[in-house]
């Protein structure tokens, strides 16, 4: 017997509103889902054209990167009025609602859209606000920030997508419960954003790139990190300095955009091979790392990495940066080396998929 599709005539018989930073294709699955409908039959229903499906280029993309549901007016118009939300709603709550790029006007256009990989990258919220905003398990694709990846209620972090050799690694986040410091940078790190605005998504940013250079090639008398790598996850201490790097090394990461953001005469000028800078001195001092004096352990093009400069303080807490992670190649050379193998995904029923 076919399924009795949803009629615009009424308005959708559940309410389900998007999370912050949602992927347009989470969310209509999720609307899907709880009228016991396909994703393919919501739309439908509610005669919107099958969207067109992009196959994904892994080399502009990468094998990580979810698919994504862009809409155009008509479509957008049609759920919009279907469940009830003002599109300024959705807009607000979904970073790629409006994406879709719209030639002519709704009335003009018919109703429809695309498959194809998102440019953002997406993680998995945080399981139990999940559970308790949808009152579902299933997870939730989300375009979240960098200062949104912890959730300081529940202890967790919001890890990357990782793949090795095509498979997708079996851990979504790391468990904050022993490692305090990184909740605290959390709340130091929004304290940035809400003063600094874009100039601390900058710091952040280059401060990442000098510890992730730092983590990769830290002597062995290093301990601080190795050890925060146990805390975090349940298995072996140098693989989840892989999966979980960025939380590794976050408290670190925040302390020196501090050190950037809030000091705009800090240069890095070129000094002879093998020279200590003062500044490297500043930073040993401020991470407790005496093995950062040492010029051998900063990448020859630490001006680069140093080259910042803030406009002013700013309060606009509506800023959103979604603040790209870099590149995952690395981490499946690490987990390839460390001789890693993520479990086989087993077939079993799911409920209504994407089509």
Same mark, same amino acid.
């Given at each position: 017997m076919p399924r009795t599709l949803p009629d615009l005539t009424h308005r959708a018989l559940r309410r389900i509103r998007?999370?912050?930073?949602?992927?347009?294709?989470?969310?209509?699955?999720?609307? #899907?889902?709880?009228?016991?409908?396909?994703?393919?039959?919501?739309?439908?229903g509610l005669h919107i054209h099958r969207p067109k499906v992009y196959p994904a280029r892994?080399?502009?993309? $990468?094998?990580?990167?979810?698919?994504?549901?862009?809409?155009? #007016?008509? #479509?957008?118009?049609?759920?919009?009025q279907y469940t009830g939300i003002p599109d300024a709603h959705l807009t607000h709550a979904l970073p790629c609602w409006k994406d879709y790029r719209?030639? $002519?006007s709704a009335a003009e256009t018919r109703p429809g859209g695309a498959m194809r990989p998102s440019s953002l990258p997406a993680v998995i919220g945080c399981p139990h606000c999940t559970v308790a905003r949808t009152g579902q398990t299933q997870p939730v694709?989300?375009?979240?920030?960098? +200062?949104? %990846?912890?959730?300081?209620?529940?202890?967790?972090?919001?890890?990357?997508?990782?793949?090795?050799?095509?498979?997708?690694?079996?851990?979504?986040?790391?468990l %904050?419960?022993?490692?305090?410091?990184?909740?605290?940078?959390?709340?130091?790190?929004?304290?940035?954003?809400?003063?600094? $605005?874009p100039d601390a998504d900058n710091a952040v940013a280059q401060a990442a790139?000098? @510890?992730?250079?730092?983590?990769?090639?830290?002597?062995?008398?290093?301990?601080?990190?190795?050890?925060?790598?146990?805390?975090?996850?349940?298995?072996?201490?140098?693989?989840?300095?892989? %999966?979980?790097?960025e939380a590794i090394t976050y408290p670190e990461t925040i302390t020196l955009a501090g050190?950037?953001?809030?000091?705009?005469?800090?240069?890095?000028?070129?000094?002879?091979?093998? +020279?200590?800078?003062?500044?490297? @001195?500043?930073?040993?001092?401020?991470?407790?790392?005496?093995?950062l004096q040492n010029p051998a352990h900063y990448p020859e093009d630490l001006s680069h990495y140093i080259r910042y400069a803030p406009r002013h303080p700013t309060n606009d807490t509506a800023y959103r940066h979604h603040?790209?992670?870099?590149?995952?190649?690395?981490?499946?050379?690490?987990?390839? +080396?460390? $001789?890693?193998?993520?479990?086989?995904?087993?077939?079993? #029923?799911?409920?209504p998929q994407r089509r």
């Open positions: 998007p999370l912050s930073f949602e992927t347009n294709a989470s969310f209509v699955e999720r609307l #899907a889902r709880a009228h016991y409908l396909t994703t393919s039959e919501l739309l439908s892994e080399h502009d993309y $990468g094998p990580h990167t979810p698919t994504e549901l862009y809409l155009n #007016a008509g #479509a957008r118009a049609r759920i919009s719209d030639r $002519g694709p989300r375009y979240l920030p960098h +200062q949104q %990846l912890v959730c300081a209620r529940h202890r967790t972090w919001a890890l990357g997508p990782h793949t090795l050799h095509g498979i997708p690694v079996p851990h979504t986040h790391a %904050l419960h022993k490692t305090p410091e990184i909740v605290r940078a959390h709340h130091t790190h929004l304290r940035l954003t809400r003063r600094w $605005g790139r000098l @510890t992730e250079h730092w983590r990769r090639r830290a002597p062995k008398s290093e301990r601080i990190w190795p050890d925060r790598a146990r805390l975090v996850g349940s298995e072996d201490a140098s693989m989840w300095q892989a %999966l979980a790097r050190l950037l953001v809030r000091r705009p005469s800090t240069r890095y000028h070129r000094t002879r091979p093998g +020279q200590s800078h003062p500044l490297h @001195t500043t930073i040993a001092r401020l991470l407790n790392r005496r093995w603040t790209k992670p870099t590149s995952r190649e690395a981490d499946t050379v690490e987990l390839t +080396q460390l $001789g890693y193998r993520p479990s086989q995904p087993t077939a079993k #029923a799911h409920g």
